[in-house]
């Protein structure tokens, strides 16, 4: 697979992500910026990869409001530019999106929002279509992987052309299906441009806000009168029952129909919705006595839908949330089939292979890695404070902190909010609390909450757990990471520095793997109050073995199984403990080496690999 081949003609098997990816670079991308987050990490991280062989430029930024200041500055530039972020990153990244609405982006920029219906690696379902009527963005939704390369490309375009910045808003099935792509020639890229100087459009005071409204909702008329004629909305079929299809429910349906010949309806995709292509859909309309709206989550295309019957006196029944296409969750082919068929009056069949029934198999709930020095840490926290404190908790791998016997996870707001939140926490119980927060959501948006909990005075333990890297969301560098481990230019910018000049004086640096450190600088601090911090520092074990080349050859092995070891296996909670009839054992394939369990448990012993 090459994304860069120049050449049009190749057809190759993509994730929707790397597609993307190959429409960005078609449109002759120059500038790209991002904060990771599943489902979109494998765009930014596939740019990253290519970038040595690439023209463009790339960068992770510290958080999503940085990536789209940068991205917006560079299209003011006149470059043609894309920005990377999921769903809850458009909430950080909204306040200059809204002003890039206004005030247009000359060389053209798409926002890629990640929704994340089902919720598979997020705190929430938020639907952004919401965002791109808020903030008056073109919107497209692509179904395929062919459609993200062949939209990705358009939207850029489109963008350029309109000068507004416009919304590829996709979905986890959309972003990790695979599908054959054919590519089309590639644009060189443009990385240099030239700012054309306008105050009276590009410094939104409100006298010029005001006037750069109206000429958003103008520029909206003038897109949406192409948008009737663009080829994403199309319809066909026929029939008195008509479906109005968005995202990737237009997949399932076209599933459904495969499968059921016998489903005669009329059918009108939207891949671009919004703004609302009136005329497209009321022409679609003529004719039916009722329509089933397909759209994953909030029932926007819907609302839209019967407003247009309600202004222009259309007597049809519009079908859409319901007890087979619900507001919440995924949709699939089997929900789309059950609503087409009670909707054309067709009698629901019964699967023919009964589901297995899987209630007797066991849960297997996420776990932290084996050799992960957050367990280290929590197991401490627990020793000093168990039950009486409030554990503030943030995004990141170290929320799985919530599970037993951690149990170091009390609430959790959004990406950054475990400072502040503590802080509120602090002051309005008498428990002590205890926030704890990752390296990547340091930077991304810890910092001016620990500011505002020194100049407040709290009285707050935040433990900062350094494993050096992003790793949730693929091990991807930010801030704090030597550059030099992907080729860059070495440097980084240390942590305890900066929690220093933030004017925190209560500052202990320890090795999360050494039980004896973390547990007495804990203890010291429980002893004290206002601002204390803790910096954990230690490698994730999957990113110094893959990254960083370090390789732990010793392994940990009981050599007495009997109730210490027991104790450990239940105080520990690491996955590579398992019981073997009444013996406790340890995997040595899966053993990372901490040597956690050895520090605090003496039937076990250090081993080698055989």
């Not at 429409?23 to 790209?32: C, M, N, S, T």
């Not at 000068?163 to 054959?180: D, Y």
């Not at 004017?503 to 640096?509: C, D, E």
Request: include cysteine.
């Amino acid at each position: 697979m090459n994304l860069l081949d120049p050449n049009p003609g190749a057809k190759e098997l993509l994730l929707g992500n790397e597609a993307i990816v190959r429409g960005a670079l078609e449109a002759g991308v120059g500038f790209i910026s991002c904060y990771p987050g599943t489902p979109s990490s494998e765009v930014p991280d596939t740019f990253f990869r290519l970038s040595p062989k690439g023209k463009y430029y790339f960068e992770y930024a510290p958080n999503e409001k940085v990536a789209m200041e940068t991205a917006g500055a560079a299209s003011l530039g006149g470059v043609p530019t894309l920005v990377t972020m999921k769903h809850v990153g458009v909430n950080v990244a909204a306040d200059p999106m809204m002003t890039l609405a206004y005030i247009g982006t000359p060389g053209g920029l798409v926002i890629l929002s990640a929704d994340d219906p089902g919720c598979h690696s997020s705190q929430n379902e938020q639907d952004n279509r919401y965002y791109a009527r808020l903030a008056g963005l073109p919107c497209f939704e692509p179904s395929t992987a062919q459609e993200c390369k062949d939209m990705t490309r358009e939207a850029m375009e489109l963008s350029a052309k309109w000068e507004q910045p416009v919304m590829l808003r996709t979905t986890t099935r959309v972003n990790h299906l695979r599908g054959a792509v054919n590519f089309g020639e590639m644009k060189p890229a443009r990385t240099r441009g030239e700012f054309k100087k306008n105050p009276g459009r590009f410094v939104p005071i409100p006298a010029v806000a005001r006037v750069r409204h109206k000429a958003l909702i103008a520029n909206l008329e003038k897109i949406r009168s192409e948008i009737e004629h663009t080829s994403w909305n199309r319809s066909w079929g026929e029939g008195s029952v008509g479906v109005i299809a968005s995202g990737v429910s237009r997949s399932y349906l076209k599933d459904v129909l495969k499968s059921h010949p016998e489903i005669q309806v009329r059918v009108l995709e939207l891949g671009i919705a919004h703004p609302l292509p009136e005329n497209t859909i009321k022409n679609f309309l003529s004719g039916l006595d009722k329509v089933i709206i397909l759209e994953e989550l909030e029932p926007i295309l819907e609302n839209d839908v019967r407003i247009l019957c309600q202004k222009n006196g259309l007597e049809i029944e519009v079908i859409g949330k319901s007890d087979e296409l619900p507001l919440w969750d995924e949709y699939s082919t089997l929900c789309v089939e059950q609503a087409l068929m009670k909707t054309v009056g067709l009698e629901i069949k019964k699967d023919l292979l009964p589901a297995p029934d899987i209630s007797e198999l066991p849960g297997r709930p996420p776990n932290l890695c084996a050799g992960c020095s957050h367990r280290s840490v929590y197991m401490n926290v627990r020793k000093i404070y168990g039950d009486e404190a409030i554990y503030s908790s943030d995004i990141g791998c170290y929320t799985l902190g919530i599970l037993p016997p951690l149990k170091a996870a009390d609430f959790l707001l959004c990406m950054g909010s475990s400072v502040s939140s503590g802080c509120g926490m602090s002051r309005v119980v008498d428990n002590p609390v205890v926030a704890f927060i990752g390296d990547s959501t340091f930077f991304h948006s810890g910092i001016t909450g620990l500011i505002n909990a020194v100049y407040n005075n709290y009285d707050l333990v935040l433990v900062i757990l350094d494993n050096r890297t992003t790793a949730m969301t693929g091990h991807q560098p930010h801030p704090g990471v030597d550059q030099s481990l992907y080729g860059g230019r070495p440097g980084n910018i240390e942590i305890e520095p900066l929690v220093r000049a933030s004017g925190v004086n209560n500052v202990r640096k320890v090795k999360a793997l050494n039980q004896k450190a973390v547990f007495e600088a804990l203890e010291q601090f429980k002893k004290m109050s206002g601002v204390r911090v803790l910096i954990a520092e230690e490698p994730c074990p999957l990113y110094a073995r893959r990254v960083m080349g370090i390789k732990r050859n010793k392994i940990a092995v009981v050599k007495e199984s009997g109730p210490a070891s027991l104790e450990c296996l239940n105080t520990l909670a690491c996955p590579s403990f398992y019981m073997e009839g009444e013996k406790v054992m340890i995997n040595p394939d899966s053993c990372a080496g901490c040597m956690v369990c050895i520090q605090i448990c003496d039937e076990i012993k250090p081993g080698s690999r055989s």
